[in-house]
């Protein structure tokens, strides 16, 4: 269940398709692990006050903007969040969060996350 904030930041890049996080019937989709991780991060981030949730949203417009300008628009590689992510990594660095060093170490843990197998079931 989201908290006021989190709902907010969800709907404000429902506006546009282009800005829209992918939904799958209603729901966002994530594909892998680490687009749930990167999109928990960029809210929580900010509902900590890191930065303003606006500032996020217009750092993701401008990091596809450029991706756009320098790709073909049917490009097979498109990533919607690996644009969140390039955005949400300039905006850390930017507002000092974290710093190139530990960000480059955190985001291959990030993107090397594996789902947790379930605990096995002793009764």
């Given at each position: 269940?989201?908290?006021?904030?989190?709902?907010?930041?969800?709907?404000?890049?429902?506006?546009?398709?282009?800005?829209?996080?992918?939904?799958?019937?209603?729901?966002?989709?994530?594909?892998?692990?680490?687009?749930?991780?990167?999109?928990?991060?960029?809210?929580?981030?900010?509902?900590?006050?890191?930065?303003?949730?606006?500032?996020?949203?217009?750092?993701?417009?401008?990091?596809?903007?450029?991706?756009?300008?320098?790709?073909?628009?049917?490009?097979?590689?498109?990533?919607?969040?690996?644009?969140?992510?390039?955005?949400?990594?300039k905006?850390?660095?930017e507002?000092?969060?974290?710093?190139?060093?530990?960000?480059?170490?955190?985001?291959?843990?990030?993107?090397?996350?594996?789902?947790?197998?379930?605990?096995?079931?002793?009764?």
């Amino acid at each position: 269940m989201f908290t006021k904030f989190e709902h907010f930041a969800a709907t404000s890049l429902m506006g546009s398709p282009e800005e829209a996080p992918p939904r799958q019937d209603g729901h966002l989709q994530f594909d892998r692990d680490w687009e749930k991780i990167a999109f928990a991060v960029a809210i929580a981030l900010s509902k900590q006050g890191h930065y303003e949730w606006e500032d996020f949203r217009q750092m993701l417009i401008t990091t596809i903007a450029e991706w756009e300008n320098s790709h073909a628009l049917d490009d097979p590689e498109w990533d919607y969040y690996q644009c969140w992510l390039t955005a949400l990594e300039k905006l850390a660095l930017e507002s000092g969060v974290i710093g190139s060093d530990e960000l480059e170490a955190q985001l291959a843990q990030i993107l090397h996350c594996k789902e947790m197998p379930a605990p096995a079931n002793n009764t």
